[in-house]
């Protein structure tokens, strides 16, 4: 069992539906990740946060809005979704140094089907 | 731009066999990583390679990085059913945090 958690571990929802997907760390790390996993794809970093700041967003469609309260819990806000933004989504943690960062540790993920 | 290659992207195999996945990739970079996926489950770090000609071995598993030819290989010893799985590769670019990953090497290892 990692120390990064995530829920709901999955979640159906309509086009015109609000929803957020929520991730906690317990890792004591200082930065928080949301990917994007489709399948035969690559994955896809989509925000990167670092002490609560966005250091990274890689043109990710408005429809999803990121928020980080705190080093521990990150959130995804999702609204107005389209079909193909049904994925899994994953959350990951890591130290970040300040050269690079640290070994990223993965939540197991959100499975996201939107109708 | 950086770009991460990794072959073959599907390999089943015997067990008791060895092979080698291949990941490749673009501009020079300071840190390399394996992952492991199991199905539906999430990633699991194996390595993380930091200098050139770096070799870490973990059980039937051994990964090497190549910073000249930008190129790591992750070996497989007499590999056994539990090492199925997808192995993905992951290069650090610049200092900003961000990894850009391999598309995967799905592995399938038959009794």
């Known amino acids: 069992e990692t120390g990064v958690t995530q829920t709901p571990r999955h979640l159906v929802m309509g086009m015109t539906n609000k929803k957020s997907l929520k991730c906690e760390q317990h890792?004591?790390?200082?930065?928080m990740y949301w990917y994007k996993q489709s399948a035969k794809k690559p994955l896809e970093l989509m925000f990167v946060?670092?002490?609560?700041?966005?250091?990274e967003n890689n043109s990710v469609p408005s429809r999803f809005s990121p928020e980080c309260p705190n080093s521990s819990h990150l959130f995804l806000h999702l609204h107005t979704l389209q079909p193909e933004d049904s994925a899994l989504y994953l959350c990951?943690?890591?130290?970040?140094?300040?050269?690079?960062?640290?070994?990223?540790?993965f939540g197991p993920g959100t499975r996201l089907t939107v109708l | 731009e950086l770009k991460v290659e990794q072959n073959p992207l599907f390999l089943s195999m015997q067990e008791g066999k060895n092979y080698t996945i291949y990941c490749n990739y673009s501009?020079?970079?300071?840190?390399l990583y394996w992952y492991r996926q199991d199905p539906g489950k999430s990633l699991e770090s194996l390595f993380v390679?930091?200098?050139n000609g770096a070799v870490k071995q973990e059980g039937r598993l051994m990964a090497s990085l190549d910073t000249k030819a930008r190129l790591s290989t992750l070996h497989i010893t007499a590999a056994v059913h539990d090492l199925s799985a997808t192995y993905f590769c992951?290069?650090?670019?610049?200092?900003?945090?961000?990894?850009?990953w391999g598309a995967g090497t799905k592995l399938i290892i038959k009794p």
């Open positions: 501009t020079t970079s300071d840190r």
């Open positions: 990951a943690s890591s130290q970040a140094t300040g050269t690079g960062t640290d070994t990223q540790y």
């Open positions: 890792l004591g790390h200082n930065a």
């Open positions: 946060y670092n002490f609560k700041e966005q250091t």
């Open positions: 992951a290069v650090e670019k610049g200092s900003n945090y961000q990894l850009i």
């Open positions: 390679l930091l200098s």
